[in-house]
């Protein structure tokens, strides 16, 4: 990584992204690649602390159990707050997408493990199946008055077109912006991270200082992947709330 | 071939003008995180309900920053 033979700053910060067959082989659709081994290391971890952990249930939690236990209270007050009780009850699916894209995040912030949300393919899937999701729920809820949801009635008369396209527009965006909020800040995190640590490599006494950098952005980054996987559930919430009780 | 060389220069310049966006998504983030730490220090006793609403906003102002790396991808990979 610090200097390559003919002398000049080599760094190579988009490596780190590629997805490659474990086992070796042909490249297929089930083929066993680096991003499902840390998919499924999120998942085994966060069962490994939600089941696990609170199989005793003290009365009084242990450590383990206490992470766990404010973990959900936290998600909990979250729909609560912002879709109301009858958010409840798709509230264990907030969780599921929040715990899995927070452990894949923290777990991608592991020297040589792999980002797995930083890929679009991944965050996309799961942004497609919030919008599907809710979208069905607000058609079986409303039935054909959801389409009203595109209609202003507040607006005055000949601006309701209008604002209708862009409604309309502005619901479906909402997918894109919402898987490549979560998947542009991990690369680009991870990208400045490694286009640091070059820097170390290449400055040699010097590299004291992006190495001091390179300390705050890996804090930094830490923060980033909690608040990415925070917005994530929020924004689900928002949506869900759009659909349950329209505007 | 001169005319590759210049689609692949306009390519680029376009795809550096693109980074342009984070200019307006950094003015809508500090806006919403500013205007939110006037309100807080003033009604401290108001702000703890409203940081998810802060997150919203933010995330809301993000995305168009967002867009604009959309365009740059789009410009570097796509056209």
């Known amino acids: 990584m610090a200097q390559s033979e003919d002398g000049g700053l080599h760094i190579d910060p ?92 923290l777990l991608g912030m592991l020297p040589y493990s792999f980002a797995v949300t930083s890929h679009i393919a991944v965050t996309g899937v799961l942004a497609l199946m919030v919008f599907v999701t809710v979208t069905a729920i607000g058609f079986i809820k409303h039935g054909a008055h959801f389409l009203g949801f595109f209609w202003p009635k507040d607006a005055p008369g000949p601006l309701r077109p209008v604002l209708m396209v862009i409604e309309l527009i502005s619901y479906f965006v909402r997918p894109i912006s919402h898987s490549i909020r979560l998947g542009a800040n991990m690369l680009a995190g991870h990208a400045v991270l490694k286009v640091f640590a070059g820097f170390v490599g290449a400055l040699g006494v010097f590299g004291v200082v992006p190495l001091a950098a390179m300390v705050g952005l890996t804090a930094f980054e830490f923060l980033v992947a909690v608040i990415q996987a925070y917005v994530f559930a929020i924004l689900t919430c928002v949506y869900l709330n759009d659909a349950l009780h329209m505007h | 071939m001169e005319f590759e060389a210049a689609a692949a220069l306009g390519k680029y310049i376009g795809a550096g003008l693109a980074c342009l966006a984070m200019a307006g998504a950094g003015i809508g983030v500090g806006h919403v995180a500013g205007n939110f730490l006037a309100g807080a220090l003033r009604n401290p006793a108001a702000a703890k309900e409203q940081t998810a609403t802060l997150f919203i906003g933010i995330a809301f102002a993000e995305a168009l920053g967002i867009f604009g790396l959309v365009v740059a991808m789009l410009l570097l990979f796509a056209v």
């Open chain 1, 14 to 105: 988009m490596s780190q992204f590629l997805v490659k067959p474990l086992f070796g082989g042909e490249m297929g659709l089930f083929t066993i690649t680096n991003a499902t081994l840390w998919m499924a290391l999120a998942v085994g971890a966060s069962s490994l602390l939600l089941i696990g952990a609170v199989k005793q249930r003290a009365l009084v939690p242990g450590r383990a159990q206490s992470v766990a236990e404010l973990l959900y209270g936290f998600v909990r007050q979250l729909v609560v707050d912002i879709t109301g009780e009858e958010g409840l009850k798709y509230f264990p699916y907030i969780f599921t997408l929040f715990v899995f894209i927070l452990f894949s995040n």
